[in-house]
C-alpha cells in the first residue's frame, strides 16, 4: 500500500500545504479532524474523526487510526497537538515518529533573525541624482520583507535594500519589469511606488515555456517541467491584495510589449481590471531571459523610454550560468556614461541611474 502518513488537524493551513508535499512525494496521506463537518475532508485520500487532544479518549483512538492505516508519520499542525505527540507518541504508537511541525518558538526566532539580517545590511552608497523622500523605518523595512517573503523567487535581501533605497530616489512614472514570473519583486515594486508616490506597476511577461529557454544546459534542463500557465495564476494570486488598480500586466515578449506600451497608455486584465500608465518609465527592472541577444533587445527598446533621473536595474549582473547581462549592461554604462548620474551592485543586480 505504501507508507501512509497522517495529518492532524487535518484542515489547518500548514496541513494542507504538508499533504501537497507528501502526495507529490509518492505517500499516502491519512487526514483526521475532530469537527463533526470538516471541508478539509474531500481533499484527503482517507479520513478519520479523532476525539479534541484534550479527550481522555484521545490517545486510545490515535493508536487505532495509526494501527489500522499503518501510519509511520504524524504530522500535528496545531502546536498544542504537536506538543502532546512529541511527550506521548512514543507510547501512544511506538515507531511511529513525529514530523518536524513548526512551532511558535520557530516564527519567534525567524522573524528576530529577519530583524538582525536588515538590521545588519548596508544601504548603498551613491549620488543620487533627484532628492530623496523619507526613508523606510527598521520597522517598514521588516516588514515589507516579511510581507514579500511569502513570495518564492530569487529577490534576495539586499536587493529589496537597495530597491527601498533607490525607488525613494526615483522620479514620477511608470515602474516597468520585464519578467515577473510568480510575482515576488512585483509586489516589493508595487508596496513601493505607492508609498513613495511614483507611479503605476507594468509587469511583461509571456508566460511561456519556450521563452524560458537560455540556451544554458544546466538552466534550460532545470525550466523543462516549469508550468507556465500556472507560474501565471500564482502571479495573480500573489499580487490580487496588491495591485488596488496600481499594478497589471502584459502577457507578451518584451519587445510585443514595448510596442503596446508606446502604442496605448491602459492595460486591461480580467485578474486586475483596467490601469492606466504615463507612457514615461521611473524605474525599469530587466529580469527577463538572461541570454545575451534577450537582455540586448530589453535594453534597445526599453531604455529609451526612461525619463530623467530614472533608475535601469539589471537583474543578475552577476550570474552563474552566462554573462549576457552583464556584457549588455556595461556596454549600456559605456554608451551612456555623460547621462549616468551613479551606477552600482546590489546583490547579484547592477543599479543605474540616469542624470536629471
Not at 545590511?121 to 523595512?141: D, E, S, V
Request: negative net charge; proline residues 6%.
Amino acid at each position: 500500500m505504501g507508507e501512509a502518513v497522517l495529518v492532524f488537524p487535518a484542515g489547518m493551513p500548514e496541513g494542507l500545504a504538508f499533504r501537497d508535499r507528501a502526495r507529490a512525494r509518492g505517500l499516502r496521506v491519512v487526514g483526521a479532524s475532530s469537527l463533526d463537518s470538516d471541508p478539509a475532508e474531500k481533499v484527503y485520500e482517507a479520513w478519520e474523526r479523532l476525539p479534541y487532544v484534550n479527550d481522555p479518549g484521545f490517545d486510545d483512538a490515535l493508536a487505532e487510526v495509526v494501527r489500522r492505516h499503518d501510519v509511520s508519520a504524524v504530522h500535528a499542525p496545531h502546536y498544542v497537538v504537536w506538543k502532546h505527540l512529541s511527550e506521548r507518541l512514543g507510547q501512544i504508537a511506538p515507531g511511529a515518529r513525529l514530523t518536524t511541525g513548526q512551532i511558535p518558538q520557530d516564527n519567534e526566532r525567524a522573524y528576530r533573525s529577519l530583524r538582525d539580517r536588515v538590521a545588519g545590511l548596508k544601504t548603498p552608497c551613491f549620488w543620487p541624482a533627484i532628492p530623496g523622500k523619507l526613508r523606510l523605518t527598521p520597522l517598514q523595512q521588516v516588514g515589507l520583507m516579511r510581507l514579500v517573503d511569502a513570495i518564492p523567487g530569487m529577490c534576495g535581501e539586499e536587493m529589496m535594500v537597495a530597491l527601498m533605497e533607490a525607488m525613494r530616489h526615483a522620479p514620477a512614472g511608470d515602474v516597468v519589469e520585464i519578467g515577473s514570473w510568480w510575482g515576488r519583486s512585483a509586489a516589493l515594486f508595487v508596496w513601493l511606488a505607492r508609498h513613495y508616490g511614483i507611479g503605476n506597476v507594468l509587469c511583461v511577461d509571456p508566460w511561456l515555456n519556450d521563452a524560458l529557454i537560455q540556451n544554458e544546459p544546466m538552466v534550460d534542463a532545470a525550466n523543462a517541467d516549469r508550468n507556465a500557465e500556472e507560474a501565471l495564476r500564482i502571479f495573480e494570486i500573489n499580487l490580487a491584495p496588491l495591485a488596488q488598480g496600481s499594478l497589471n500586466y502584459l502577457r507578451a515578449t518584451s519587445v510585443a510589449g514595448a510596442v503596446a506600451y508606446r502604442a496605448g497608455r491602459a492595460v486591461a486584465t480580467e485578474a486586475f481590471g483596467k490601469t492606466d500608465y504615463a507612457g514615461a518609465i521611473s524605474v525599469l527592472h530587466i529580469d527577463g531571459n538572461h541570454a545575451e541577444p534577450f537582455v540586448s533587445a530589453d535594453a534597445d527598446v526599453w531604455t529609451p523610454m526612461v525619463v530623467p533621473g530614472g533608475w535601469i536595474i539589471f537583474e543578475d549582473y552577476e550570474w552563474a550560468f552566462g554573462d549576457g547581462v552583464k556584457h549588455v549592461a556595461d556596454a549600456f554604462v559605456e554608451a551612456h556614461d555623460t547621462h549616468i548620474a551613479c551606477h552600482f551592485k546590489a546583490g547579484a543586480a547592477l543599479f543605474v541611474q540616469l542624470k536629471k
